[in-house]
Every structure is written in C-alpha cells, then in structure tokens.
C-alpha cells in the first residue's frame, strides 16, 4: 500500500515552489519510510476534492489536503510508527496550534509579496520557476491566476505597486514598463552592456539624481514591510529562543516542517528585491541559522533541480537513486493529457470559461431544492411595486404643477329647521322662486 503525494512543483532549489508542500515533503521524509510513499509534481488542483494542493492519495483515492489534515491522517495511518509530535506537552501541542495559525495568517503575505506582487520578482524570478516545472500551456493561464490571487488576498495592504530598492532611474525614468525597457533590463539581469547611462548629478542617500526626490513612496513602502516582517519575525524569534527548534525539543517537530516551508520561501528565491533575506539577516540571524539548520536536518541539504523532476515526471523514468524525495511521473493516458492541455487553453478564452462555470452552477443547483420564494415572483412583485410606486410620484408632481384654472365653488345646504330634509328641500325651492321674480322684473 503505497501513498503518494501530490505537490506543486520544485523552484530555487526546495522540493516545492508552495510553502504547505514544501512543509509536508519535510514531514512525509521524516515521518514515512523509503518505498511507502511516492511524490508526484502536479499544478492541477481539481484532482482532489478541495481543489488545493498539496494532496496525499492512498490506493487512487484523495484523502487529505494541506499540511493539518495530511498530518492529521498519517498520524493514525496504521503502517506509520513515527510521530513527530509525540513527545509534546498539552502546553506544547497549544504553542504548536497557535503557531500554526500564526504562521498561515502572517507568512502567507509575505511571499505573496515578495514573489507575486513585485513586479520586478515575479518577472525575473518567480515567473520563470514556474516555466521549469509546468507544460507549456500551463505557462499561459497558471502564473497569472496565481498572481491575481496573491494580488486580490495583499490588496487591503496598499502594497500593490510594490518595487522596493530600485534606484529613482529604474523607478520614474520615462519609458519604464516598455518593451525597450523590458529589454534593457534583460540586458542588465544577462550582464549584457547596456546603452542607458546613469545620472550623477544629484546623489540624494540612496537614489541618485534629482528624481530621488521622488522615491519617498518606495522608501514608505519599505517602512511597512519591515513592519510586516517584524510581525512575522519577533514571536518566532521569541519562541526559538536559543534553542534549536520551536517548542524546544530534541528534534523538529511538525511545527518545525511547516516553519520551514513558509521561512525557506523568504530567503532562498534569487530575487532581485530581497528585502526579506536581508531583513532576516540583518535583524535576525538566529532566524537565519535556525532554517539553515532544518535545511540540513529535513533534505540533507539537497538541492532540488527542477529539471531533473520534470525529466521524472513528462518521460516516466525511474527515480535515480542518488535523488533524496522519491519522485515518480503522474499516471496518465495521452488522452487525458490531451483533454487537460484543451481545458486548460479553452479555459482561459473569456466566453468558454464564463460557459463552464455557468453549466457548473446550473448542475450544483439542480441538486438542492431551495425554500426561498422564486426569483421571477420576487422580481415580478418588486417591478409591480416600483411602478406603482413612480406613477403615484408622477400624479403627484403633475397635480402640484397643474392646479385647476378659475374660481372654485363650494355650494352648501342652508342649515334646517325643524322639517329635516324636506324644510332644506323647500328652502332651496323658495330661493329659485324669488331669483325668478327678480329676473322677471328687469
């Protein structure tokens, strides 16, 4: 009985460019021996049924996802003896649920800060990760969709212009964001002589020339995310302690696996901006030697070669021995290949994919039966209601505007004596009767 693990793929050396993947490779090569369990590089997330990666399957069937439930389920696994978190006190197990949730909530942003929302990162770095481990239609719809998402959960932070540590040249100069630009900048990143020339006219701290003047909004940029770092980086720094792990035992435990998933993405990637490794190493060294300690204790310091895995995975050869993580290819017919690469393009024209999702609701739908009233007599009531509505206001406005014309007349009925209704009857009468004889006279 063999599990098999599917994850995103390598990028920068880690077995995973996604922290909880790179956090559950760690727990699953401490915890589940050689030969038992398989892992797979995937970037299709609706193989599993909450459509997020990583996931663990055990016999063809999906089992967990994320690093809890994956954690959750391979610590009742019958075949696995080994549990990182044995040896843990109550208080021990609470630090490590809180942490846990400290970390998802504070870490997250980071990277997709650093990774995804710096253009400069993303563009030189992380988009070409990418390239390395998915097919080639994949390249087209997979990082953007990630971007968009690492945009839409930082949006709140006001960092979505964010291109911190660049010079005021490379930040206002005219033209920036061109393909001329885009250009030189390739040129610069191969250390190909380039024709642009810097200004030295002006040297202002940092920027040079006078457009440093104009650089306050990056340097402010910077002001938060050193806030943000220290969000992250103060309670860890507080519960390492001077010990080698978090909550202080002989050994990593799982709090530890997904400390490094999360910390190893801030400081290994190339990136251009590496704000965050020079804050980890400035401010925070213990922090530093701490994740180049799990490194060590977890992967044996093996770099991952994104090539190799692809090579694994497109051409169904064996893993090589001298590869630490047992890699294996993705079980799939040439058919399903071929619907994966259709679904994928189709999926990113405007009109195909607004039709899928649309026939999706329409099939979700059909299985509840809802209570509510139905949306035509709903509508039909609230149209009756509008309308009524605007034409009382209608006759009300034109009634004001349009006043009737002349002298308006109250005819009233002379009080009665004693004959009720017949004495008011006979009164009128007389009254003709004498405007009669008046009219007679002239």
């Known amino acids: 009985m063999v599990l098999a693990l599917h994850v995103w793929g390598p990028a920068f050396g880690l077995p995973s460019i996604e922290p909880e993947c790179i956090a559950t490779i760690a727990y699953c090569q401490r915890v589940i021996p050689r030969g038992q369990w398989t892992l797979v590089a995937e970037h299709d997330a609706t193989v599993g049924v909450t459509e997020s990666l990583p996931i663990l399957f055990d016999d063809d069937v999906a089992t ?111 033209g920036r964001g061109t393909a001329s630009s885009e250009y030189e900048a390739a040129k610069r ?119 190799e895995v692809w090579t694994i995975s497109s051409s169904s050869a064996k893993t090589p021995r001298t590869t630490l993580l047992p890699w294996v290819a993705k079980s799939e017919t040439f058919a399903s290949k071929a619907l994966a690469s259709a679904k994928e393009i189709a999926g990113s024209i405007p009109g195909v994919s607004k039709f899928w999702r649309g026939s999706t609701a329409v099939a979700v739908s059909k299985r509840s039966k809802s209570e509510l009233p139905s949306p035509l007599l709903v509508n039909s009531l609230v149209g009756i209601t509008s309308a009524f509505t605007v034409g009382l206001a209608a006759l009300a406005i034109h009634h004001r505007r349009s006043p009737r014309e002349g002298e308006l007349i109250f005819w009233a009925l002379r009080p009665s004596g004693g004959l009720g209704e017949a004495g008011s009857i006979l009164g009128v009468f007389a009254d003709q009767l004498r405007d009669g004889a008046l009219y007679s006279q002239f």
């Open 64 to 174: 967990a996802s994320g690093f809890e439930d994956i954690v959750a389920y391979l610590r009742n696994y019958p075949v696995i003896a080994n549990d990182l978190d044995a040896s843990l006190s109550s208080r021990q197990r609470t630090d490590r649920t809180a942490f846990i949730t400290f970390l998802q909530s504070t870490a997250t942003p980071l990277i997709d800060l650093s990774l995804y929302v710096s253009a400069e990162n993303y563009n030189t770095t992380t988009s070409s990760a990418y390239t390395a481990i998915l097919p080639w239609y994949a390249n087209y719809t997979v990082p953007p969709k990630r971007r968009e998402l690492a945009r839409t959960r930082t949006a709140h932070m006001g960092l979505s212009s964010l291109d911190v540590d660049t010079t005021a040249e490379d930040g206002f100069a005219p």
């Open 189 to 307: 990143a191969a250390g190909i002589p380039t024709e642009s020339k810097a200004t030295t006219s002006l040297n202002i701290g940092r920027s040079k020339g006078l457009t440093g003047l104009l650089g306050g909004q990056m340097y402010a940029a910077r002001f938060k995310l050193d806030a943000l770092s220290a969000d992250l980086l103060d309670p860890l720094s507080d519960l390492l302690g001077r010990h080698d792990y978090l909550l202080h035992g002989e050994e990593a435990s799982s709090l530890d696996c997904l400390a490094f998933g999360y910390l190893s993405l801030l400081i290994y990637p190339p990136v251009p901006q590496a704000w965050l490794r020079e804050t980890i190493k400035m401010k925070y060294p213990r922090i530093g030697a701490y994740v180049n300690k799990l490194h060590g204790d977890l992967f044996r310091y093996d770099e991952v070669k994104p090539a």
